[in-house]
């Protein structure tokens, strides 16, 4: 069995979407420490010397904070999909913007991935190979096992993982007694040769974006403290003893960790190139980066276009790859770009405003179309703000801040207007976050989505689910799929459903 065969028999075994903590922590593991970690100790002693090792330490700590943040917020969307809380948070233009810069920001870190790779593939192993010819192959096995689920690739990387990687780590444990440690007098946290762009270095920890993305395809609460620290410690040892075997030497080499095992002398080895351990896991690292890429990319779209196939968009975005990958570019400066951009602002800045709006700030939520309402010129005086509202045998009931007022119509908006002509102020339905009915039927949803001001993210429950209707802060954790826009979509489906079946 040749390794693409294995590689298609492992994937189909596979069709779960759910993975665990554990193997969550081992695809973090693999997605980030391939390509991060073959430049990282080059890179950090290019930026503060033999003194990079803390800062490599630090900037461990930081991407933990990021996965942190980014933890918070998916946790308290554990079914919704990138594009479906973003909605919920800032709305659905807003969240478009954000779901289009993800898809590009995915695109561009796949390609800048592979062009890396295939560099040091050919250096090594294919010096007279077509590079166009490898990167189609790998496109296109990624793309078969994004086709195919999220757990099949969890399942590799945790087959593969430990047997690619503690290899690497014995090298590098063997070659400790060859280090010169006079490079540690040197020591400094802001010596001469410090580069204030230092903050580069969290680079290496590309890929925990993505953790944006996995929440719905994982069974519990996220926890990453296993993986970042894993990580970090790896990186720490990886870099400090890099970084003492060859010295100063270590700038003129492009992929020091690679020329570091192939240097080191291991007892009784077979292999006469031993860089092949370290291009062993890189392959596994970049099919894992690759295959995620493309298949969170179909997704988001998918969920933003609300057609087509799953497959269908993995060919797209797979065909889109390629042809990015065959335009000559300067791979390490694009690198630079894009992560100072969207890299920085999808692992940091989106989490951190996403979070402040979910959970810390939601006062500032009703402030805004409350700016809104001011600037159509409409007074606040005249607007009464209903909380929730209930409809039982054509009666319309609606509680706001001041009392509850009810009216009996055909209609839902005829009960409303029969309200409004009986009252001082004008209902406005903007804030209100629960909607119980006798039964939810598709007559009630398509008035309720008449509603100009109902917003399609409010709860919809029955009078059975009252007595186990918890505080108005628990609402959306208990009743998640109670919402207006679900079972809109969920009677949409079934409409059509009736329509294609009917003779």
């Not at 898809?103 to 560099?119: A, E, N, S, Y």
């Not at 490898?134 to 689920?149: C, D, E, Q, R, T």
């Not at 925990?208 to 990580?231: F, H, M, Q, T």
């Not at 042809?323 to 800045?349: C, K, N, Q």
């Amino acid at each position: 069995m040749n390794k693409l065969s294995f590689f298609v028999h492992i994937i189909n075994m596979y069709k779960n979407d759910k993975i665990s903590n554990k193997q969550l922590n081992i695809l973090l593991i693999t997605n980030i420490f391939g390509t991060g970690v073959i430049i990282l100790p080059r890179l950090a002693f290019e930026r503060a010397g033999f003194s990079s090792f803390i800062f490599v330490a630090l900037t461990g700590l930081f991407a933990f904070f990021c996965a942190f943040i980014i933890k918070s917020l998916t946790n308290l969307f554990p079914d919704k999909s990138f594009y479906e809380y973003t909605s919920i948070i800032m709305g659905k233009p807003i969240s478009l913007l954000l779901t289009a810069g993800f898809v590009f920001r995915l695109i561009i870190h796949t390609v800048l991935t592979i062009k890396i790779f295939l560099q040091i593939t050919q250096h090594i192993m294919l010096p007279n190979t077509p590079m166009w010819i490898v990167a189609a192959l790998i496109i296109l096995v990624s793309a078969y096992g994004s086709s195919k689920g999220y757990e099949a690739r969890a399942a590799m990387a945790q087959i593969f993982m430990p047997l690619v990687l503690l290899p690497i780590l014995i090298i590098y444990v063997i070659a400790i007694p060859s280090i010169d440690i006079t490079g540690l007098q040197s020591f400094s946290l802001f010596n001469e040769s410090f580069d204030p762009h230092i903050f580069f270095l969290l680079y290496a920890f590309t890929g925990i974006e993505l953790l944006l993305l996995v929440r719905p395809y994982v069974n519990d609460k996220i926890k990453l403290l296993p993986a970042i620290s894993i990580l970090t410690f790896v990186m720490v040892f990886v870099t400090i003893t890099t970084q003492l075997r060859f010295g100063n030497y270590i700038e003129t080499l492009e992929w020091p960790v690679i020329e570091m095992i192939n240097t080191t002398e291991v007892p009784g080895a077979f292999l006469q190139r031993q860089a092949a351990l370290m291009m062993s896991f890189f392959i596994i690292s970049v099919f894992s980066i690759v295959n995620a890429c493309l298949f969170f990319n179909s997704l988001m779209l998918k969920s933003v276009f609300k057609k087509g196939s799953h497959g269908l968009y993995v060919i797209i975005i797979s065909t889109i790859c390629f042809l990015l990958f065959l335009i000559e570019m300067d791979v390490y400066r694009l690198l630079h770009v894009s992560f100072y951009t969207f890299g920085i602002a999808y692992m940091l800045i989106i989490p951190l405003i996403l979070l402040f709006f979910s959970k810390v700030s939601k006062r500032i939520l009703i402030v805004i179309p409350l700016i809104f309402l001011l600037s159509c010129g409409t007074e606040l005086s005249e607007m009464d703000f209903v909380i929730s509202m209930g409809i039982e045998q054509g009666t319309l009931t609606v509680k706001t801040e001041d009392d509850a007022k009810k009216a009996s119509a055909s209609t839902i908006e005829d009960a409303i207007n029969k309200i409004n002509q009986n009252g001082t102020k004008t209902l406005y339905f903007g804030f209100t976050q629960t909607v119980v009915v006798d039964e939810v039927t598709e007559e009630i949803i398509n008035q309720l989505l008449e509603i100009r001001d109902l917003s399609s993210q409010v709860f919809l429950l029955t009078k059975e689910q009252m007595p186990k209707l918890p505080d108005r802060d628990e609402v959306p954790k208990k009743f998640q799929n109670n919402t207006l826009e679900e079972f809109s979509k969920l009677y949409y489906s079934q409409k059509q459903f009736r329509q294609a079946t009917s003779f």
